[in-house]
């Protein structure tokens, strides 16, 4: 990462919470802001995996926490702030994408994708902008999605999902940016996680890792700006096809691949553990 001294000093001594942080781009952002100095807590709903994950890191705070219950979030963030202090930063990374067309998406499935990826968004952001206002100070980074400002054949509700964070993260940056409290959010292209297992990604474009996302969101708390896209060409071309004649737009995402790469091009047994898991199925 570039200019890591200088980030280094940004960073170091303020209270981050990651959520999802047990594992993938949480826990690669949670290790990256952790060796830097930031006194970071992370919260997973796998109880197990969280657990694990903050004792081999040697955090102070981690454990369960469901970002779709409100008692849950707000008691976690009351234990960050007794044993750490105020909370500077919180990092709404919780997410899920279970894959398929609308017709065969369990009404449970299209429910639980929006009450994680939307509604958690909404209720962390809440509950983190009611303690940062008093204090003047504070910084909200969403973790969105290029598939926020893509349409994607087999993803139509996550994209939904992630389009909703895209625009709540802008109206709520704009709803405060008087009051010292920052909103900001990353867009990743597809990333090595579990989250894509047993697909193929964009023909033509290398996939992220967990650490580039977890470095674009580390730059984020350093110097906070509205949005990172991530990977930089993959931003690019998304962003070139708002300026595209829709049907060479369209066009140009059945070359890469976007029509199929989430429906008839899935491996579905390498899909199907985190698959299980998503769709809450090992709950």
Known sequence: MADTASIGVKVRGKVIVITGGARGIGLATATALHNLGAKVAIGDIDEAKVKESGADLGLDVYGKLDVTDKNSFSDFLDQVERQLGPI???????GIMPVGR???????????????NVYGVILGSKLAVARMVPRGKGQVINVASLA?????????TYCASKHAVIAFTDSARLEYRGAGVKFSMVLPTFVNTELTSG?????????????????????????????????????????????????FAEGLNRILGGEHVFTDDVDVAKRSAYEARARGEEE
Request: net charge positive; glycine share 8%.
């Open 102 to 116: 609308i017709i065969d998406e369990p009404d449970s499935v299209t429910r639980r994708i929006l009450d994680i």
């Open 199 to 247: 697909t193929v990604g964009a023909k033509g474009f290398k996939n992220a890792e967990p650490t580039d996302i977890a470095d674009a969101i580390v730059g984020l708390v350093a110097r906070p700006r509205p949005r990172v896209r991530v990977t930089k060409a993959a931003g690019a071309m998304v962003v070139s096809q708002k300026f595209m004649p829709r049907p």
């Open 148 to 156: 926020g400002e893509l349409h994607l054949v087999g993803l139509a």
């Open 88 to 94: 500077d930063v919180l990092v709404n990374n919780a």
